[in-house]
């Protein structure tokens, strides 16, 4: 009888023990800024991106490898080289009840089209959507449209009866002087649905019964509170007022390491942080050197890459969080090529050398261009690689400035010599290499991030070719010549992929993506 | 009476005229919010279009009329960063700040006085030198330092007080307050402290140093030999007389508290005006900077209006020569 009761109790301790592991939770968690709107066509900005991901879907999204899955589109067809066929997911309803169908699709491909609409690059050669019957739709593409698929996973879906009668058919026109309904109040098909949004301040979501999928976490709420001062934000975190920190600042992680409360979790993220040069004017616009170029003769632009120690500023100033490389793409992109990929060593002998063959032994002074709030330590890199510069007698003077300023400046060419991130959201090379290495053609996005003009017709053709090639081998074997070329030429000098790390409380267990976004159905809180 | 304050009116409508035209200048190198409202893959035409679409293209002055204009029908536009109109988000950060600023001053006061009372008295306690010297320190050490240190103290080591925000807020109409909370009024604390901080210190060196002045004065000596009680003397002659210039300088701070309230907002993501500004001028959201700009000019020339017109009432040799025209 005592056995029994014993065993009784253990089960029932045991159940109830498995009752508070799977108990639902809150997930409190804080960034630097804020989502900016909730309508999710209106900001084409990384963080309120991956915050709609929460509560609104797209066809097509990535899993916890980045690898493309099926979401509302549970399968796909290409049908001819201009039209891909997909089955939507039957029985999906957005939060308010309503039924979704191809009409909402279709619908919300017209948005992002529109002329208010901030998401028109992912839909860059995309025709339409075209309903086939309530749960197909066709997407017609201009050519064969080999990224259409990661394009897709940006381009999220709105219900067309709920848009027609609040009004918000477009996304947001800033020439009205009024709010629209969507900036603040959210109807999607996610996991989760949003409860209360006060901007600045709070916003909270609850878990969406009525979702299609499982989630694998148990967060039942997640309350979103942005904190702007890095030292408060932490200061929450340690006090466990906050569970989860998307981008702890980077000096405090050792002291953040050691503290049993909380722990951080790193990865890298899909961002290539490298220097460019202005290789197309004739006369630098930032320069002693008068009447030529030096960043022309390949000569220089190999003796600056020469100077400069990647491995000793992923030591000295990321402590650890960065991987140096010498390609322009991350490992995650499709098309990397790995076995080109050996971080340069510095030799300032032969530097000096090949600056004096160019006819600057003397060396020179430039102007390095660089964002002081967008990069994991932007500031402090450009020092370093200043003070490097410095031993080969290249003179650099380090213009530091906010990314609001940096960001016109250097898009409009202004520039001699800048600092830049790149991350590729589709994960593929195409993205990368079109817009960081092809000749720049204006108002393309051929080139558009080549802001200091590096041109070689054979890298142009191979990109070429990469626009329209759908066999994924022959791709990379387009990607890997292409940066090859462009290595030898030294057309950029990559620095480093930047690690993230997130910081949360010891209890919280959290997939880290490379994109940097925390996906909430995901985590599981103890 | 009327031409003055008419004159004084005119005169702060051009000192806002003034403020105004500035920013609008000055705006022209916080950056081009553009660049941050587009991806960064986004086409230079689309950024030609959205630039032309937020009237960006024109030049300030230009800009700046228009913006007079929209100003004059009480429309100030949209934030860029938050789509939302400027005057609601205003008017709902307006509460969070006007509470904070009020508890603060009032810390200033409850505290500053009576310690510059007590230092003034005993000038030679080890209290007094002790409070003296913190002073110093509180006059020198920068918001963010006090506020950072608290949230340190309080939040993170012995977890008695929020580290960031407002708690539960209570709508009474537009307006939010935490007063009525528990929450809201424990997220009160650390804030005005911080931002009180400087008051205090400057409050209880003022009520010090005026006291030692009135102590010296004949009428002093006189109620002494009269033989009434120290605290009589001490209370009801000199520290009433000293109070004077110290509700001057609290009156002109108080603009103060309110447009510096910046900081401590930004150290305690305070959802106040101050921190709505700061985080637009990182978003170079331009809308909201103007409009922010002009209140807190406005706030300003009308304490200062205030405080003149004060002065009028109060010091009757301001009065003398006009009633002899007036006859």
Same mark, same amino acid.
């Given at each position: 009888?005592?056995?029994?009761?014993?065993?009784?109790?253990?089960?029932?301790?045991?159940? $109830?023990?498995? =009752?508070?592991?799977?108990?639902?939770?809150?997930?409190?968690?804080?960034?630097?800024?804020?989502?900016?709107?909730?309508?999710?066509?209106?900001?084409?900005?990384?963080?309120?991106?991956?915050?709609?991901?929460?509560?609104?879907?797209?066809?097509?999204?990535?899993?916890?490898?980045?690898?493309?899955?099926?979401?509302?589109?549970?399968?796909?067809?290409?049908?001819?080289?201009?039209?891909?066929?997909?089955?939507?997911?039957?029985?999906?309803?957005?939060?308010?009840?309503?039924?979704?169908?191809?009409?909402?699709?279709?619908?919300?491909?017209?948005?992002?089209?529109?002329?208010?609409?901030?998401?028109?690059?992912?839909?860059?050669?995309?025709?339409?959507?075209?309903?086939?019957?309530?749960?197909?739709?066709?997407?017609?593409?201009?050519?064969?449209?080999?990224?259409?698929?990661?394009?897709?996973?940006?381009?999220?879906?709105?219900?067309?009866?709920?848009?027609?009668?609040?009004?918000?058919?477009?996304?947001?026109?800033?020439? !009205?002087?009024?709010?629209?309904?969507?900036?603040?109040?959210?109807?999607?098909?996610?996991?989760?649905?949003?409860?209360?949004?006060?901007?600045?301040?709070?916003?909270? $979501?609850?878990?969406?019964?009525?979702?299609?999928?499982?989630?694998?976490? !148990?967060?039942?709420?997640?309350?979103?509170?942005?904190?702007?001062?890095?030292?408060?934000?932490?200061?929450?975190?340690?006090?466990?007022? %906050?569970? =989860?920190?998307?981008?702890?600042?980077?000096?405090?992680?050792?002291?953040?390491?050691?503290?049993?409360?909380?722990?951080?979790?790193?990865?890298?993220?899909?961002?290539?942080?490298?220097?460019?040069?202005?290789?197309?004017?004739?006369?630098?616009?930032?320069?002693?050197?008068?009447?030529?170029?030096?960043?022309?003769?390949?000569?220089?632009?190999?003796?600056?890459?020469?100077?400069?120690?990647?491995?000793?500023?992923?030591?000295?100033?990321?402590?650890?969080?960065?991987?140096?490389?010498?390609?322009?793409?991350?490992?995650?992109?499709?098309?990397?090529?790995?076995?080109?990929?050996?971080?340069?060593?510095?030799?300032?002998?032969?530097?000096?050398? &090949?600056?004096?063959?160019?006819?600057?032994?003397?060396?020179?002074?430039?102007?390095?261009?660089?964002?002081?709030?967008?990069?994991?330590?932007?500031?402090? %890199?450009?020092?370093?690689?200043?003070?490097?510069?410095?031993?080969?007698?290249?003179?650099?003077?380090? !213009?530091?400035?906010?990314?609001?300023?940096?960001?016109?400046?250097?898009?409009?060419?202004?520039?001699?010599?800048?600092? &830049?991130?790149?991350?590729?959201?589709?994960?593929?090379?195409?993205?990368? &290499?079109?817009?960081? %290495?092809?000749?720049?053609?204006?108002?393309?996005?051929?080139?558009?991030?080549?802001?200091?003009?590096?041109? !070689?017709?054979?890298?142009?053709?191979?990109?070429?070719?990469?626009?329209?090639?759908?066999?994924?081998?022959?791709?990379?074997?387009?990607?890997?010549?292409?940066?090859?070329?462009?290595?030898?030429?030294?057309?950029?000098?990559?620095?480093?992929?930047?690690?993230?790390?997130?910081?949360?409380?010891?209890?919280?267990?959290?997939?880290?993506? $490379?994109?940097?976004?925390?996906?909430?159905?995901?985590?599981?809180?103890? | 009476?009327?031409?003055?304050?008419?004159?004084?009116?005119?005169?702060?409508?051009?000192?806002?005229?003034?403020?105004?035209?500035?920013?609008?200048?000055?705006?022209?190198?916080?950056?081009?919010?553009?660049?941050?409202?587009?991806?960064?893959?986004?086409?230079?035409? /689309?950024?030609?279009?959205?630039?032309?679409?937020?009237?960006? /293209?024109?030049?300030?002055? @230009?800009?700046?009329?228009?913006?007079?204009?929209?100003?004059?029908?009480?429309?100030?536009?949209?934030?860029?960063?938050?789509?939302?109109?400027?005057?609601?988000?205003?008017?709902?950060?307006?509460?969070?700040?006007?509470?904070?600023?009020?508890?603060?001053?009032?810390?200033?006061? @409850?505290?500053?006085?009576?310690?510059?009372?007590?230092?003034?008295?005993?000038?030679?306690?080890?209290?007094?030198?002790?409070?003296?010297?913190?002073?110093?320190?509180?006059?020198?050490?920068?918001?963010?330092?006090?506020?950072?240190?608290?949230?340190?103290?309080?939040?993170?080591?012995?977890?008695?007080?929020?580290?960031?925000?407002?708690? /539960?807020?209570?709508?009474?109409?537009?307006?939010?307050?935490?007063?009525?909370?528990?929450?809201?009024?424990?997220?009160?604390?650390?804030?005005? +402290?911080?931002?009180?901080?400087?008051?205090?210190?400057?409050?209880?060196?003022?009520?010090?140093?005026?006291?030692?002045?009135?102590?010296?004065?004949?009428?002093?000596?006189?109620?002494?030999?009269?033989?009434?009680?120290?605290?009589? +003397?001490?209370?009801?002659?000199?520290?009433?007389?000293?109070?004077?210039?110290?509700?001057?300088?609290?009156?002109?701070?108080?603009?103060?508290?309110?447009?510096?309230? +910046?900081?401590?907002?930004?150290?305690?993501?305070?959802?106040?005006?101050?921190?709505?500004?700061?985080?637009?001028?990182?978003?170079?959201?331009?809308?909201?900077?103007?409009?922010?700009?002009?209140?807190?000019?406005? +706030?300003?020339?009308?304490?200062?209006?205030?405080? /003149?017109?004060?002065?009028?009432?109060?010091?009757?040799?301001?009065?003398?020569?006009?009633?002899?025209?007036?006859?």
């Amino acid at each position: 009888m005592t056995t029994k009761r014993t065993f009784h109790a253990a089960v029932l301790a045991a159940a $109830a023990l498995a =009752f508070t592991v799977a108990q639902a939770a809150t997930l409190r968690w804080s960034s630097q800024g804020d989502v900016t709107t909730m309508d999710p066509h209106a900001n084409n900005e990384g963080f309120t991106n991956g915050f709609l991901d929460q509560i609104y879907e797209t066809l097509v999204t990535r899993g916890k490898t980045l690898a493309i899955e099926p979401s509302l589109a549970t399968s796909w067809e290409r049908v001819n080289p201009t039209t891909t066929r997909f089955k939507l997911r039957p029985n999906v309803k957005f939060h308010d009840g309503t039924p979704f169908s191809a009409d909402d699709v279709v619908f919300s491909f017209q948005r992002a089209l529109a002329d208010t609409s901030n998401y028109k690059t992912y839909l860059a050669g995309v025709k339409e959507a075209r309903k086939v019957d309530d749960l197909t739709v066709d997407v017609i593409t201009e050519g064969p449209a080999p990224v259409l698929l990661p394009q897709l996973t940006e381009v999220r879906i709105m219900s067309r009866a709920w848009c027609t009668a609040h009004n918000v058919t477009k996304p947001q026109d800033y020439r !009205n002087k009024e709010e629209t309904y969507a900036v603040r109040n959210a109807n999607g098909t996610g996991p989760y649905m949003l409860k209360s949004r006060e901007a600045d301040v709070k916003t909270v $979501a609850v878990a969406n019964p009525g979702w299609w999928g499982k989630r694998e976490g !148990n967060v039942d709420e997640m309350v979103y509170m942005p904190i702007k001062s890095d030292s408060t934000r932490l200061s929450a975190l340690l006090s466990g007022e %906050i569970d =989860f920190v998307l981008d702890p600042p980077v000096q405090d992680l050792p002291r953040l390491k050691e503290n049993k409360s909380v722990k951080v979790v790193e990865g890298m993220e899909n961002r290539t942080i490298f220097f460019g040069m202005d290789q197309a004017r004739d006369e630098l616009l930032y320069s002693n050197v008068k009447g030529k170029n030096p960043f022309k003769d390949a000569r220089v632009r190999q003796a600056m890459q020469l100077a400069i120690d990647t491995a000793a500023i992923q030591k000295q100033v990321m402590r650890g969080l960065s991987v140096p490389t010498a390609v322009m793409f991350a490992p995650q992109v499709d098309g990397y090529p790995k076995d080109l990929d050996h971080p340069v060593k510095p030799d300032v002998a032969r530097a000096k050398k &090949l600056l004096a063959d160019a006819g600057y032994p003397q060396g020179f002074e430039v102007t390095l261009d660089c964002p002081n709030n967008r990069y994991v330590n932007d500031e402090k %890199i450009c020092v370093a690689a200043a003070a490097m510069l410095a031993k080969i007698n290249v003179k650099v003077r380090v !213009n530091a400035m906010p990314r609001a300023m940096w960001g016109p400046k250097t898009q409009n060419r202004d520039t001699s010599m800048y600092m &830049l991130g790149w991350g590729v959201p589709t994960f593929d090379s195409q993205y990368a &290499l079109q817009s960081l %290495i092809r000749t720049h053609v204006p108002k393309t996005a051929d080139g558009d991030y080549n802001l200091g003009g590096y041109s !070689n017709p054979k890298v142009d053709e191979a990109v070429d070719k990469l626009k329209t090639e759908v066999d994924p081998a022959k791709r990379a074997r387009l990607a890997r010549e292409a940066s090859e070329i462009h290595m030898k030429d030294v057309g950029h000098i990559p620095l480093h992929f930047q690690m993230i790390p997130w910081a949360m409380r010891a209890n919280v267990s959290v997939i880290h993506r $490379a994109d940097n976004r925390l996906t909430v159905k995901w985590v599981r809180v103890q | 009476m009327t031409a003055f304050v008419l004159r004084r009116l005119l005169q702060a409508l051009l000192v806002m005229f003034v403020v105004g035209f500035i920013a609008f200048a000055l705006f022209n190198f916080v950056g081009d919010p553009v660049s941050l409202m587009l991806p960064p893959e986004a086409t230079e035409a /689309d950024r030609a279009a959205m630039r032309a679409m937020l009237g960006l /293209d024109q030049p300030f002055y @230009a800009q700046f009329a228009t913006f007079l204009a929209n100003a004059m029908h009480g429309n100030f536009g949209i934030s860029l960063r938050l789509g939302r109109p400027v005057a609601d988000l205003i008017l709902e950060r307006l509460p969070a700040t006007l509470e904070l600023s009020f508890i603060a001053t009032l810390i200033g006061l @409850a505290a500053g006085i009576p310690l510059g009372v007590y230092t003034a008295l005993k000038p030679n306690s080890w209290l007094s030198r002790f409070l003296l010297a913190a002073s110093l320190v509180g006059v020198s050490l920068p918001n963010f330092l006090i506020g950072i240190f608290l949230i340190l103290i309080f939040a993170v080591w012995l977890g008695w007080l929020p580290s960031f925000g407002r708690g /539960d807020v209570v709508h009474l109409g537009w307006w939010t307050t935490g007063f009525l909370t528990v929450s809201g009024l424990k997220a009160l604390i650390l804030p005005s +402290i911080t931002l009180g901080f400087f008051p205090l210190t400057i409050v209880m060196r003022l009520v010090r140093a005026e006291m030692l002045e009135v102590l010296r004065t004949d009428y002093v000596k006189f109620a002494r030999a009269r033989g009434l009680t120290e605290r009589a +003397i001490n209370f009801h002659h000199a520290l009433k007389n000293t109070l004077v210039p110290v509700i001057t300088i609290v009156g002109l701070q108080l603009g103060g508290i309110i447009a510096f309230a +910046i900081i401590t907002e930004t150290v305690f993501q305070w959802p106040g005006m101050g921190l709505l500004f700061v985080q637009a001028i990182q978003f170079a959201d331009i809308p909201i900077m103007a409009a922010y700009l002009c209140l807190v000019g406005l +706030i300003f020339v009308v304490i200062n209006l205030a405080v /003149d017109l004060l002065y009028v009432v109060v010091d009757p040799r301001l009065r003398v020569e006009r009633p002899a025209g007036a006859h």
